[in-house]
């Protein structure tokens, strides 16, 4: 599954550190699902939308 994370955060101008305290995770875990090794949950992945003021399916796209 691909993923905006890493441009929606630039574009809030947030660290990682930052995405990752406001979302109750590790630093870790931010570079992890921004660099597709990691799936997140599905309530994690509502936060990031949340957070990033973005719908869930603009974030995240399946692949084919």
């Not at 890493?6 to 947030?14: A, E, T, V, Y």
């Amino acid at each position: 599954m691909k993923n905006k994370i890493k441009d929606l955060r630039k574009q809030k101008n947030l660290r990682q550190e930052d995405l990752a305290v406001k979302l109750g995770v590790t630093r870790q875990t931010i570079n992890a699902v921004e660099n597709n090794k990691y799936n997140p949950t599905l309530e994690l992945a509502m936060k990031l939308a949340k957070l990033l003021e973005t719908p869930v399916e603009d974030i995240f796209q399946l692949e084919d």
